[in-house]
């Protein structure tokens, strides 16, 4: 590869919302940044609120912004002065029209921040925000994109979930920010993905070539998430990873399922995380009447929450499509059985050590949470199964191997004629 040789590279990450507590971006930087580092590279991540909570000796570089989105504090209303600034009175427009411009005004923050350090960095490497600021960055230093999968999913998926038209409007408007996404993906020499999977639906949906992309799946975190052995799984029990009222995650077919199995035996259903309130799921829980059935932990602590895989009988992943799937890779690394949906890449992740069902299809989900209810032997078999492959299969340290190979054809790109 001539002047690509092994030495070490100054690496840049960008991550506009990068919530290392809640969905599978800020798990993928907080840890593909250490082991990166781990492997010998220096790494900067550029972030957007709220913290990634890196882990030591991966620098961090927060941008300012208006975080429309907190939590604590949502849409809130700017002051006089942050509006002065057209960044940020374009975030707020668009917000207040019912957009979500921060992958576009991440971009822009990102470009002016680097502007005057690009010799800083070998590589670029953008985390699915691909806004227009990308193609300003890439004029300058190597840059490339992780997607992990096609948004256009989501907003299929969001658009059927709902039947009055100002609702379709709606969600037509949020995911606005596609049309840009796509085009911005199209300028990019390299593309990193997460699956098999993800790679042909982004192909078809960004019309994007396939020779683009890198496959570099996801590792799993098997210090986080391992196996307690002296705590016994409670009989009848399942734990499910997402309490979103997202259509996509597929906890409604779920909760029917919980329905079904509750006519005829025991089940108790653990919800890691907390509903919307007044939300679809919780309206959905109380139609159905299983509210005793089924408990939400809240937000709890990493040990907390091995702790509830340690307990339970059976995890569940009802998602309708994933790009990859890391709670189904989280939960076999905790040794617990796993039923999982086909739904986009999960048949990857799991293989043979986990049942599947098809997504959307509760009496299917009922059948085999009974079936592995019934069958402890079955059970802990695919318990075994899980453990062996995510450990052979999917860690970190090869994530980062694979990434740095993309990062190497990349650069190549960028300096050839």
């Known amino acids: 590869m001539g002047e690509c040789e092994n030495t070490p590279l100054k690496i840049c990450m960008l991550s506009y919302r990068s919530n290392p507590h809640c969905g599978g971006q800020g798990v993928y930087v907080r840890n593909l940044t250490k082991a990166l580092r781990d492997i010998g590279h220096q790494v900067e991540v550029i972030a957007g609120p709220p913290d990634p909570l890196l882990h030591d000796g991966v620098k961090l570089s927060m941008l300012n912004c208006l975080d ?10 700017p002051t006089v002065k942050e509006l002065s600034n057209p960044i940020n009175f374009m975030e707020w427009i668009s917000v207040s029209t019912m957009g979500f411009p921060e992958p576009f005004t991440f971009g822009l923050r990102a470009y002016q921040f680097l502007r005057n350090k690009f010799r800083d960095y070998d590589i670029v490497h953008d985390n699915q925000c691909l806004s227009y600021g ?3 960055i890439q004029k300058f230093v190597p840059t490339l994109a992780t997607i992990h999968h096609p948004i256009t999913v989501d907003r299929q998926l969001a658009v059927r979930s709902v039947r009055s038209l100002a609702k379709k409007m709606k969600y037509m408007r949020w995911y606005s920010f596609i049309g840009m996404q796509k085009r911005v993906s199209r300028r990019l020499s390299k593309i990193i993905t997460v699956s098999e999977f993800s790679k042909q639906d982004i192909s078809k949906d960004f019309k994007i070539p396939v020779n683009k992309f890198h496959v570099v799946p996801n590792g799993i975190d098997t210090q986080t998430f391992y196996p307690i052995p002296e705590i016994k799984r409670k009989p009848n ?8 009222d997202t259509a996509l995650k597929g906890l409604y077919y779920l ?6 199995v509750s006519g005829f035996r025991k089940i108790r259903l653990t919800v890691i995380g907390t509903p919307k309130k007044n939300g679809g799921i919780v309206k959905l829980i109380r139609q159905l009447g299983i509210g005793n ?9 990493d040990e907390a929450f091995v702790q509830q895989y340690a307990m339970s ?3 569940v992943v009802p998602s309708l499509y994933e790009g990859f799937g890391l709670p189904v890779g989280e939960a076999m690394a905790c040794g617990i059985p796993v039923i999982s949906t086909t739904g986009g890449a999960l048949p990857e992740v799991a293989g043979d050590a986990a049942v599947l069902v098809p997504p959307g299809d509760p009496k299917a989900l009922s059948k085999a949470i009974i079936d592995l209810f019934d069958n402890p032997q079955k059970a802990e078999k695919l318990g075994q199964a899980g453990y062996k492959r ?23 790109d960028h300096r050839r004629p």
């Not at 909760?255 to 079904?260: F, I, R, S, T, Y």
């Not at 970190?396 to 694979?402: G, P, V």
């Open 68 to 77: 429309l989105y907190n939590a604590e504090n949502p849409f809130r209303t």
């Open 134 to 136: 990308l193609l300003a």
């Open 237 to 244: 029990t399942l734990i499910v990873t997402n309490s979103a």
């Open 255 to 260: 909760l029917q399922a919980v329905h079904d």
């Open 293 to 301: 059935l089924v408990h939400f932990t809240g937000r709890i602590s």
């Open 313 to 315: 009988a059976v995890a």
């Open 390 to 412: 995510v450990h052979e299969q999917f860690t970190w340290k090869n994530a980062a191997l694979k990434t740095i190979d993309a990062y190497k054809e990349a650069i190549c």
